[in-house]
């Protein structure tokens, strides 16, 4: 006898459940289709170094003048406005203190603007603070504009979320909160120097205690760091050492403070406590701090703890240029021990780092071996493009570039540096060859809907022309004579040219 197996007839009407399962299977398996078979699937990956743009909120005491140093410091750090507020010096005193620190960064395009003054507020230490030079006095003018108006103009022109990094009293947020509440989603958060937040005590919050109510009851993410009183975080003696032996601009302008006598003598006393110091390492670092985010506002996070050691590592290493920011795609970090490099390399090492940084350092020895010898022009194209990211306030892969050095050696050799240190390159699409028919040691860079012209100064230019032909006279270009000398310039000018200053830079209106 044969057996027959008939399959049981299942009508889905019977189970309007299965029928609702079943029609939303079929949507994500369509679209899984097109998101498979979509002409974007092959994005592009996420960029390996992080950037932030941040306003500055200071009354200048002199852990103020550090924090602000290190943040000017840091090429992935963009900073829009510095406004001061009253506490540690009143806000025209700090005005005339940033002033001088930015001319010490040479940078002259970030507005600073002052706040209303504080009924009250006067410090003890505020003397002493007022003896503390920043820097040269600045022959900047200076424009007596309104914290809040300026806070609220950049928020509203911000093209992305903005960081507010405060390091005192919270007068200015808080009267923004008051005016215009509708700008408080153009701020990603809030980063606040206060001894403690359960209870809310310490001078940056008795100064101005309505305004920090009236921010911590805003919703706006608020990260308040606090030293927590340990004792063993201390910018002292040793710290002043590291500056002293570095090289670097940041040592340079930090050694200068630290050496009046007003100051050495605090700073024998061991006084220095690392306080808004603290919140660049959180903003640069955020692993070393053990952050408290269950609290009874959802919008306020505190750290509980914090790496000491860490956090004095990750200092000392911005100071002396050795610091490093962005995520390697092979390397845990990019080697720069001695013994790895050619001897004629090695003795620059120290002295490149130093001068220009981690970043440039790291260009420069990517690019000589991508271009496969070590010339002047892939040289030029590398500082030039971190110059670019400096400008833009980017990491690596952000950058759109149009090339005007050609495809014939020697300019040609500037687009190698160019693709390196910028990250846009041939595969990614994101540098292009200007069709023109001169060729010059120049790019455009763009960034959103922003784009700067960056080309090698006429003297500098000259000068490169000119040992090219002293090679070609003396060796001919197929005599490795002629290829010693070329290694011998580039090295030269790799330790000799400062990104900052052999460059005209343009800024491009852009056309409607």
Known sequence: MDIIIRKPTINIKDFPDIKLIIQAMRKIFILISI?????NIWSQPLPVKLKHTIIIDTDCAIDDMRAISLLLSRPEITIKAILLSDGSLSPIEGAGKVNS???????????????DLLKGVNPPWREFNRQINWGKESDRQVKVLN????????????????ILVCLGPLTNIAQLINNDMG??????????????VKPLLGFNYVCDKESADKVFKSKIRIDVISNLN??????DSSMNAVCIESKTRLATVLRNVFSQPVVIEKLQQNHFRLSDDLLVLYLTNPELFDINIITDELNVRYNKDYDVPGIKQAMTDMINGTYFSERNIVFNRFPIQHEMFNYDIRPIIDSAIARYGYDE?????????????????SIVGAKMGIKARELFGV????IEVTTYAGTKPPYSCLNDGIQVSTGATLGMGTIHLANHSKTKPSAIFTYKDRSIRISLK????????ADIKEGIMKFGLMDDGYWKLIRHNALKYWVEWDRNKIFDIEELIHKN
């Open 147 to 162: 914290a809040v108006d300026c806070l609220r103009e950049n928020l509203k022109n911000a093209n992305e979320k903005v």
């Open 361 to 377: 350092w790291k260009a420069n020895v990517m690019t000589d071996e991508f271009h496969g010898h070590l010339g002047v022009f």
């Open 183 to 196: 700008l408080a989603s153009k701020i990603e958060r809030i980063i606040w120097y206060n001894d403690s």
């Open 101 to 115: 620190l930015l001319k010490e960064f040479n940078v002259d395009n970030i507005p600073v603007a002052c706040g």
């Open 35 to 39: 998101l498979l078979f979509s002409k």
């Open 230 to 235: 340990k004792e063993n975080i201390l910018f």
């Open 395 to 398: 990491g690596a892969d952000m």
């Open 458 to 465: 006429k003297e500098y230019l000259e000068q490169v022309d």
